[in-house]
């Protein structure tokens, strides 16, 4: 995705300076469910290790896979601050899902495409990511069949900070190659970065779509794979632009328990 200018993205905010990565970001309460029958969720689209700013966006598609089966979710919106004390209202979304049957619960949510006028291209991600509820966890590795996903090679769920996670990028099904994958941490806590270029971190897909990366510290880490979605034509001028479509992955790290260095 690259440098991304704020200010042309909300229309209405002016914010200097921003160099991280847009994610779209699809949290639950928790990724692991043991005892409780309900899964919160939440998701908007934003600047996760900035802390901001958040940008409108609207939902095409969502539901949650399970059982071989698609589900469809229903959203509340919500109209938030795009940055602390900002005048500007953007969207969030929330729902509630029940805990039907035991199992691991795949959530997603397809952004409609919109048009980053900076980058003279049109950009929609899918976010997904996984439940596991009461202990019973098989099918975490099957795909959705999503247009553009990231498959987990290892669980992506129970991970604890300092574990190495991999993944496989697939379009329309296939493996994708040589695929630039950014890397942010959701950081609620507002920890300082000692240089802009720690913000976002960058690996690349090999010849099979595989990447890894090691999680340095405990939180909701989100991996983005930036891929190539054909052309939109904008109705605003008439003209045909890049779509960049982007698969997006949560996955939660637990800190290590007391005693453990």
């Known amino acids: 995705m690259?440098?991304?200018?704020?200010?042309?993205?909300?229309g209405l905010l002016a914010v200097?300076?921003?160099?991280?990565?847009?994610?779209?970001?699809?949290?639950?309460?928790?990724?692991i469910k043991e005892h409780s029958r309900t899964i919160h969720l939440w998701t908007e689209f934003t600047h996760p290790a900035e802390g901001g700013p958040t940008m409108h966006y609207q939902i095409e598609k969502s539901g949650v896979f399970i059982g071989g089966q698609i589900r469809p979710l229903h959203w509340k919106k919500e109209l938030v601050p795009a940055m602390p004390g900002s005048s500007v209202m953007v969207e969030k979304y929330e729902t509630t899902v029940?805990?039907?049957?035991?199992?691991?619960?795949q959530f997603f949510v397809e952004q409609?495409?919109?048009?980053e006028p900076a980058e003279e291209q049109f950009i929609q991600q899918i976010a997904k990511v996984y439940v596991e509820t009461f202990n019973l966890e098989e099918g975490w590795n099957k795909p959705i069949g999503l247009k553009v996903e990231i498959v987990p090679v290892n669980r992506p769920f129970g991970l604890w900070e300092g574990n190495?996670?991999?993944?496989?990028?697939?379009?329309?099904?296939?493996?994708?190659?040589?695929?630039?994958?950014?890397?942010?941490?959701?950081?609620?806590?507002?920890?300082k970065y000692p240089k802009e270029a720690l913000i976002t971190q960058v690996v690349r897909t090999d010849d099979q779509g595989y990447f890894v990366y090691t999680i340095?510290?405990?939180?909701?880490?989100?991996?983005?794979?930036?891929?190539?979605?054909?052309?939109?034509?904008?109705p605003k001028d008439?003209?045909?632009?890049?779509?960049?479509?982007?698969?997006?992955?949560?996955?939660?790290?637990?800190?290590?328990?007391?005693?453990?260095?």
């Not at 690259?2 to 909300?10: E, P, V, Y």
């Not at 939180?219 to 054909?230: M, R």
């Open 216 to 234: 340095p510290w405990s939180g909701w880490w989100g991996f983005s794979a930036i891929t190539d979605g054909g052309t939109l034509k904008n």
């Open 16 to 31: 200097q300076g921003v160099a991280s990565a847009h994610f779209l970001m699809l949290i639950p309460d928790s990724d």
């Open 98 to 105: 029940k805990v039907f049957r035991p199992g691991v619960y």
């Open 238 to 261: 008439g003209k045909t632009y890049p779509l960049e479509l982007d698969a997006v992955l949560w996955i939660y790290a637990y800190p290590k328990p007391q005693g453990v260095k």
């Open 112 to 115: 409609k495409p919109y048009f």
């Open 2 to 10: 690259g440098i991304r200018k704020a200010l042309a993205t909300l």
């Open 164 to 191: 190495t996670f991999k993944g496989r990028v697939l379009i329309n099904g296939k493996p994708a190659p040589n695929v630039r994958v950014e890397i942010e941490y959701y950081n609620k806590n507002h920890v």
